[in-house]
């Protein structure tokens, strides 16, 4: 019986030696899961911030072309008002002188 007692302990410390073997290897895997967890949480925030980039920078270039295209416009517009003015001033000119023609 006695034996069979040292067999008992001998079986517990095996068991327990290779609880700790365990224990200190996923301890050993920690730092470098955490490395691979960081790197990959550094990647996500680089992905997402270089899209928020584009984002922006695709944003004001619309809003410059937008800019553009609207003074362009608004100098168009200027220019032809400018024109039917002078026009405008003939045209008064030329009925004037046909009306008093016709009387």
Not at 28 to 55: G, H, N, S, W, Y
């Amino acid at each position: 019986m006695n034996e069979n007692r040292i067999q008992q302990v001998i079986e517990v410390e095996r068991q327990a030696q290779e609880i700790h073997e365990k224990a200190v290897r996923e301890a050993q895997q920690l730092p470098v899961q955490a490395e691979q967890e960081a790197q990959a949480l550094i990647e996500q925030a680089r992905a997402k911030a270089q899209e928020d980039a584009r984002a922006l920078i695709a944003k004001a270039q619309a809003e410059e072309e937008t800019s553009r295209i609207l003074s362009t416009a608004e100098q168009k517009n200027r220019e032809s008002e400018a024109l039917a003015m002078s026009n405008f001033d003939r045209a008064v000119a030329f009925v004037l002188e046909r009306i008093i023609k016709k009387e």
